[in-house]
């Protein structure tokens, strides 16, 4: 297969898609991006990646940080982690706060804000923020093998326009679910959303989830095996808020959004897909880049249900 | 891979979990089913089934009948289906009425009952409910080979304990998501609940899942390819009502559970598992079946996310 | 005071009102009232009446009906009720059934729809539908001192049309808490909202709840001096649905609206006031009839709140 | 009538319940009050009180708060308040955050937590919250004819504790629903919650709300009379969370009930009463203290339903 022939198909494919949806607005270094950028990026089992449109320019990755995330507070607090947050899809948008009150402030998934906010928390354990952060770009250096950076505008601005999260952090610590002050779990919540990334470096940086934990490239063990598993299952199921059965349905593959117009998208055996573009459909995920996946699955046949 | 060992291995594993869990009370009939009854089968490409423990015995396949006349629905209507239910996980249990509300009259999803009502309703279009019933018992005996038949006292016994359903078919019929006579719609739904197949009946019938919608004995299309993949889907994000994240997370397979205590689990490229014990968990899924279905999926490795 | 102007009056302010709101169109009989109707009414502790408009003309009192079935059943089974059904506001709709789902089948309180439902079948004991109509109807009749009957028109349809109260009544009985045959107890719950009374005979009938449950005019007992408070008080509370505290912010008066545009008020130790208009707000209650209320208290200065 | 004798009859009849319920204890400020405290008063047009058991004691007199705040806040604001915060009662418990999040950040009504601090939020305008508590503490001085303190260890801990309370406001400041920084709202409600009154001072300083707005003593008018009929309106169907049906029910007077373990009532007309007792019921309201309310209701007949 060409996948450079088949990385620009999908752009074009898209292209007529770029500037439709909403921009997320909700802080102004998201706002001001050029709505009309399109990226889409495959990585494979040799380390090669294919890259078209804007796919070298780095944005912000924002909710796709929590697949990485994830992993890493499993290898520190290993299972505990799911006395904390559960595995179920949520039903409900991705800041929803209804299910934490009848579930007495345990969220619903490690993918949805409050649960990655838990996930934050626990990977923390006693450490403070800075070290915690840096373990978390140590870790993005690391499997993308490239320099990777927190956008500390978009870091600030999150804090400050962050009202909804520090409501949900609040109240998490209200049932006892955040061991870590409130501010300082945060801290590290809005910067793991601000690192600034592009679609071939994150194509890479995920590569290891699409080989059963190994990193394809290096041999090195990621994380084990199950957790590689399970982390994707927990993608299928929840990767897209109340949009992900939608996702399961149309592309057929394990996939995480992110509302700066991001999605990672894993194809268990071959490799990885990431599509970026700002403006997103009324759940939150990427409108071209949506149109552009669906055009690699659709040529390649791709999908864990066949 | 000796296959019969396997099932034979994952039947000893589960043995002593048989009887564990509760077994479905709110019908005599299903109450007064033997709790130690588990059986295992594996179906693979050739047509070959193995099978341990009572897996050549009937039991009441009861919500497991969602999974095929969805596809019959499908083959009916085509994606005008999806104007009367939706394709998300509901995040609720089986028979939750609070989202119907919320959200007028769509079902969350055709594997949830409210959405199987609706999917009952389309597949009838204007027939009397005998006829689609005949549909229905015919697919089935195609599809395994084997005689097939309702399970007459099953099916009264749910009309008249079914007050729950009769109320969510109501509630349906309330917001005009219902086209024929309420009690009509019930007695399809009711009757396919009660159809009566043992796990190597149901092991075979569901083999055109895993191989992308043809038959691998016969080489028949039973449904179009795409169709297959996005049933495969469904049941992967909401084939155990509330309790499919877990499912998808510790087993990792497209499946769809009854409350009689069976699960056909969809394995892609290879082939179906069929477990079966009565006794359930909180979720109402099959507490032994479970157990036989993990040490199954930990012997050979089966996972879409892989 | 002069009482006859009071309500000439009231008329006239709201007389630029009438046909505003949208008429109850779920069933043809109620869809086909004029709009324009408008009758204000006025009943005092010697049982005089001052009638201005439409108020002798008879309309479908609706839920009205159950302040008046609620006293009934409390003097058969007394505190028992309670058992059934709850006393507190729902903050809901009059047909919601999010909250019987989370709350097990009991209904908040006896003025939403799912309440006046189990009341009916806790008012029928085991006795036959059409005895118990016979009963209501009885108690109307002497309480109004005039014929009353059945719009036999309005209860068919409200029995054709009332799937979503079927839905509830059926969900009732899914938890256990209705006693007689569903369908039994639907025949009472919708003969009685389709009893049809002018504003006259209306505020003659609900006198004794002004006079702690005595017939001011007879002077019999109509029900226990603590029995009338607590409906008055449920009334406050609840008896306009998820607009109850509006009206008891903006009336200041225990009431009762109904479908049909009529609203029952009580005055305590003064009388009563009924208005009609069929136009309703978004919240159910008659508009044109609350602008006739809102004048008469502002008049008259009653309120239970100073 | 006696009125000394009532309220010791009153205390007499309530003593053994002394200690029973749940003493808050989300502060150990709170927890560490003696459970077996128990005041009651009453006052009277004339200003006279008539005081039993603890009365003279001052106690934490907390969402009793919420009832002054608001006529301060609607004397600045008028009907604008009613934009940020409605006037139904919520049917939830006090605390509860999922109807703001379906509302849009508007509080079902004043007396919830989260109407109450957009309620300060209004009351502050622009100006800082060390002013606005001066001016709560100096309105609470002149209505009770003393001095009134605010205890600083109780508003010291309730900030500390107050995690739910934060989250409530961050929440509300996510929808825009409150103007000035969150921390400066949280700082005038937290103190305005530890405002230490006793059961006489209390009684004194409500009087007004008993006589339409005006003080009865001095003839002052303290809110015009339809502000005072409001307020009682909303006591009445919002004063005790989700028992605010049943207090209407039971006692059928105005009431507001704080976790402190005080209840404030009104007897229009008449005058008010005030008990104090910090072992709780499951729905947040005085154990002890409803039992000497019910006897008082119960000797003088008070009600606003007769």
Chains 1, 2, 3, 4 share one sequence.
């Not at 800075?130 to 993005?140: A, R, S, T, W, Y």
């Amino acid at each position: 297969m060409d996948y450079q022939a088949l990385v620009e198909e999908a752009f074009s494919a898209a292209e007529t898609y770029r500037g439709r949806g909403t921009v997320a607005s909700y802080i102004p270094a998201l706002a001001r991006v050029n709505p009309s950028k399109l990226g889409v990026a495959i990585a494979l089992a040799d380390g090669t990646t294919h890259c078209a449109g804007d796919a070298k320019e780095p944005f912000s990755i924002q909710s796709i940080s929590k697949v990485f995330t994830l992993g890493l507070a499993l290898g520190h607090v290993k299972a505990a982690l799911w006395n904390h947050v559960g595995r179920e899809p949520s039903g409900s948008p991705f800041n929803s706060i209804v299910q934490l009150e009848a579930e007495k402030g345990k969220p619903r998934n490690p993918l949805i804000n409050a649960g990655a906010i838990v996930v934050c928390d626990q990977l923390m354990g006693r450490r403070p923020a800075d070290e915690v952060v840096d373990e978390i770009l140590g870790f993005m250096r690391r499997q993308s093998s490239e320099d990777v950076a927190i956008d500390g505008e978009v870091a600030e601005s999150e804090s400050k326009a962050g009202t909804l999260n520090r409501s949900l952090a609040y109240f998490l610590a209200a049932f006892g679910n955040v061991q870590n002050p409130v501010e300082e779990v945060l801290s590290v919540y809005f910067r793991q959303c601000a690192i600034a990334m592009s679609c071939c470096q994150l194509a890479r940086a995920g590569l290891y989830l699409a080989f059963d934990g190994k990193d394809p490239v290096t041999g090195a063990e990621v994380v084990i095996p199950s957790r590689a598993r399970r982390i994707n299952a927990l993608m299928m199921t929840c990767g897209h808020y109340d949009n992900s059965g939608e996702f399961a349905f149309s592309i057929g593959l394990p996939g995480k959004s992110g509302v700066g117009g991001g999605i990672l998208t894993i194809v268990p055996g071959i490799g990885t897909i990431v599509v970026w573009s700002p403006g997103l459909n009324a759940a939150g995920t990427s409108l071209a880049g949506a149109v552009a996946l669906e055009r690699i699955v659709e040529r390649t046949g791709w999908s864990v249900f066949r």
